[in-house]
């Protein structure tokens, strides 16, 4: 056996089977390998895909593994933000993963694990990113998908779900109403909420992110690495991905992790501010930032000391601080974020503007998700000059600019 | 100079300027190299995204390039519709090329060769992938970029364009007297249309397609590849893309190409049935694949041209067939491709059960562009039961076969 189970807190032993949560204590239980052996030649001459890390995934058979090409998403240097910043950075664009977001990593992870269960159908809470992604992965593997929704959740939301045939089931409720009705399915009908019931396995998906990063910095670590933090889960996944990596000998330092949060929703950057790990759920989140607007994160308190660990912080941006900065980015980087992305170039912009981020440090910031997404957002006032098919009326209309905008060949 | 402009037809040679049409018989102008020289072991060693190719792509200098990460997009196996099929079918995934199309190819190269040019605006016609590829490119670069668009285009259609900050232009008229002002554009104003002015530098960058399907296949050429034909000019980009590898001694034979078109718009297919490069033109194109519906396709000819010296064909799928390929894909192999992705599968479908693709056949399919822009075709039909938040009903409404679907671990 490559890998078992462990309690987070009190460090009880499982075997690696579709168990969540410590008998003893009711703590988390995490994923642990033993003996991993990697090899910086080896590995560079893998496919480039998060499945090149095989020896440090929950899976026990390649042949379980439903690739649907996640990963390996390009780390782009974003040239001008840089420059008008003094800091070297980097974007780990996962807009362009299979189904647009980073959760086809955990997705990715939970359903291969499914499959080498044998489960015949996996189940998801969500109506963003998740699903598309769960729906995606069941597709490939053969298998059903379930996705519980509240009810009243605009239609466009559903396209990528309809199209990958998952099985939808609005709820009369909200979506804490959907949650506990998905929990209750884990534990009294055995379903496999790929979230809930295999969370161990899920959460580890997402620290490919960390390996991807040592990797295409040519096994250099940056000063800094900022995280949406939704559930908590990423960020923490991310610090193990580094600390993994360190253990194997493959980097020589840890980057310092920041958690960046939505004002309309950040407990964790409240909690952070109080020097506490207890975290006081927001009952109502307010925000653009709907994806990482998660009023009572699980793993809230694991991410809060994944960031006292590396000497990070945590801190937050409000709506039109995001609304900007996915701006900024799609205009001066080409890259086109969903809000969590935002959330995360707008921290990184105010922690620099604050001196925690010293000019000339190199960060990496979590694109998290395609802003195709949330599309209302960049809208907003959208509204072309309207002219007759002419070629005066195109020279008026772009100002009389036009003749200095075009170098002659 | 490492390359040099030549007449496609009477082979009148060119610096590799701004221009595009031969002045001795109006043929468009091709990009030729010189002694080319790459090696297989060398080319492996590079960065994944197109510009590994940089020797046969028509930029002088490595500095001009406008890197978004673009392709080295995954080629997947389709198992399932291989199995049912018996063909090895392959999808060239370019939904997740950085703005979700293969425009990212030619719209890259074009924006690098404005930068080259020294242009502060390129500018393009299109409302859809094109446009949003011009849009990201020329953010990246640090340039303006015009879109000129016929007006009564849906708003959710501008997303990406709005969100990389293009300056659009809707223009009274129809998509023809769009194009037709912006080849005035280029003409009296010096405009730098991408697919016009810069068109035979633009064309080569969908031939990386072609390179990519030989180092992905571990250097064998598939049987068969099936393209979709709007212009024509992704055919014949991807032929050269093959011929230019065979050239060089990378790869021993070539493959047979199939152009795949929507009845609803399918000059190509009819020109061939008809045993000429003659087109006559669609006036009046009805189908759901909008963007390849080009009733009067500038690279026409050619495109049959490349499907006859490689022995191929050219088919047809009707708007029925595309919708059913789209759900197939997305439900069964977990990609969901916009409508011209549908077209290529259930051409490739048709000629297999015609016996015109053998079985036991290799076969790649382009998929071109992202379902998720052509969100309302899989919306049709699409309602889920609403329940109330108990358990008993979510049982109910997966009909009793949650029991079975469940394996215990």
Redesign the interface.
């Known amino acids: 056996m490559r890998f078992h189970l462990e309690c987070r807190e009190c460090s009880t032993p499982y075997l690696p ?3 969540a949560i410590c008998e003893n204590c009711l703590a988390p239980l995490d994923v642990v390998y033993e003996n991993v052996k990697i090899e910086k030649s080896e590995l560079e001459l893998r496919e ?2 998060m499945w090149r890390y095989f020896e440090l995934l929950p899976i026990s058979s390649k042949k379980s593994i439903v ?3 996640t990963g ?3 780390l ?1 240097k974003a040239e ?1 933000i840089s420059e008008s910043l003094g800091v070297s950075l980097y974007l780990k ?1 996962d ?6 977001s980073f959760k086809d990593r955990p997705a990715g992870v939970a359903v291969s694990k499914a499959v080498e ?5 996996v189940c998801c809470v969500s109506t963003g990113n998740l699903a598309a992604s769960v729906a ?5 593997a ?1 298998i ?1 998908a ?1 996705v ?2 509240p ?1 009243n959740i605009e ?2 939301k ?3 779900i ?4 998952a ?7 909200t979506y804490d ?2 949650n ?2 998905a929990a ?2 884990s534990l ?5 909420v790929v979230n809930i019931t295999s969370r161990p396995y899920y959460v580890e998906g997402s620290k490919t992110i960390a390996y991807e990063i040592c990797e295409q910095l040519a096994w250099n670590v940056p000063d800094f690495v900022v995280v949406p933090c939704a559930s908590g889960a990423l960020l923490r996944s991310i610090h193990r991905g580094f600390k993994e990596f360190y253990e194997a000998g493959l980097i020589y330092s840890l980057p310092r992790l920041v958690g960046a949060q939505a004002a309309g929703c950040a407990p964790l950057v409240k909690a952070f501010y109080r020097g506490t790990t207890e975290i006081e759920p927001v009952k109502e989140p307010d925000t653009v930032a709907k994806s990482i607007a998660i009023g009572d994160p699980a793993d809230g308190k694991y991410a809060i000391r994944s960031v006292l660990e590396t000497d990070g912080c945590m801190e937050e941006a409000d709506d039109r601080e995001i609304v900007e900065a ?2 900024l980015l ?7 974020a969903e809000p969590a992305g935002g959330v995360t170039v707008a921290v990184t912009k105010k922690l620099v503007e604050l001196g925690f981020i010293e000019k000339g440090s190199s960060v990496a910031c979590c694109i998290t998700g ?4 949330a ?1 209302e957002l ?2 907003e006032g ?1 509204s ?8 005066k009326e ?2 008026r ?2 100002s009389g600019e ?1 003749e ?6």
């Open positions: 089977q579709k168990v480039k895909n690739n649907l090409g390996f998403t390009p782009l001008k664009n807009t362009v993963n299979p189904t647009l269960f044998g489960d015949k159908a995606a992965h069941a597709s490939k053969g059903e379930y519980i929704t009810q239609r466009e559903f396209t990528q309809a199209a990958y045939s099985h939808v089931i609005a709820v009369k409720g109403d959907a506990r009705l209750l399915a009294e009908l055995g379903w496999n996915i701006r799609a205009s001066k980087e080409g890259v086109f395609n802003g195709i997404k599309q960049v809208l959208f072309p000059p309207v002219i007759e098919p002419d070629i195109l020279a209309a772009v036009v200095e905008l075009h170098a002659k060949s």
